[in-house]
């Protein structure tokens, strides 16, 4: 029985050992070939055989050959399970916690009791934003954290700014957003709103509106008041 559990142990050590040396083989051969590839985070075996992940910028997923001869930008696909295995791989790094938040850069909207939760990141001047903003009108019970997110144009900058420095932030924004009244020029620290660009570009938050819900899920683009409903009472059952 020692002698098994020796072996094991010896086994697993030189497999420890093997892998190291491999990725140390890739980080050396892409390094050197190829100069302008970002650092690599981190190198793992794919699920497929022979394959080798690549993750680097945070969340960007390439693939290589053990010895890094050959560099994959793509999906993999699972094709007995008609899965993408690099989609869910990126959903899985870009995954935000809803308690991890940064609740202090946001507004807050309460309806109702407020026991349902709702994080959305949104664009002044996003059309499917003022959409979605009078669908969401309908929906009672909810707390909802609005994060300033204004990607589309140097003017987003200005009317985040002038409606995160109005006294109410949250008359200013609606006026806005459903009343077409435009907010007016305002002026105080406005150091969120840039935060919530990088913390926007960290998790891959490329379009308005995005929205996050308490169980961690992510639903990008505009849904109506049904869809609503539905996905904030999943996220509390």
């Not at 053990?66 to 993999?76: D, K, R, S, T, Y």
């Not at 202090?104 to 499917?128: M, Q, S």
């Not at 006026?175 to 002026?187: E, G, I, L, S, Y």
């Not at 169980?215 to 505009?222: E, H, I, N, Q």
């Amino acid at each position: 029985m020692k002698l098994m559990k020796t072996t094991l142990i010896a086994a697993t050590l030189l497999a420890c050992l093997g892998a190291s040396a491999q990725e140390a083989v890739i980080r050396k051969n892409l390094g050197e070939r190829l100069p302008q590839l970002p650092k690599i985070d981190e190198v793992t075996k794919s699920p497929m055989p022979g394959l080798f992940e690549l993750r680097v910028n945070g969340t960007e997923i390439f693939y290589t050959d053990a010895e890094g001869n050959f560099l994959v930008q793509g999906n993999l696909i699972d094709t007995r399970q008609r899965r993408n295995l690099t989609e869910e791989r990126i959903e899985k790094l870009t995954a935000i916690s809803f308690d991890t938040l940064p609740l202090k850069d946001a507004f807050t909207i309460v309806r109702g009791n407020g026991k349902r939760k709702l994080a959305v990141f949104e664009d002044p001047n996003c059309g499917y934003c003022k959409r979605f903003e009078r669908d969401l009108q309908k929906v009672d019970n909810v707390t909802i954290h609005m994060f300033l997110y204004p990607i589309l144009s140097p003017d987003s900058n200005e009317k985040s700014k002038n409606i995160w420095c109005a006294k109410d932030r949250v008359k200013a924004w609606q006026d806005w957003m459903v009343r077409d009244q435009a907010p007016a020029t305002a002026n105080c620290d406005t150091a969120a709103i840039a935060r919530n660009v990088e913390i926007g570009h960290k998790y891959k938050i490329t379009g308005t509106p995005t929205l996050l819900f308490a169980d961690g899920s992510r639903v990008p683009g505009a849904i109506g008041t049904a869809q609503i409903e539905k996905h904030l009472n999943d996220a509390k059952n």
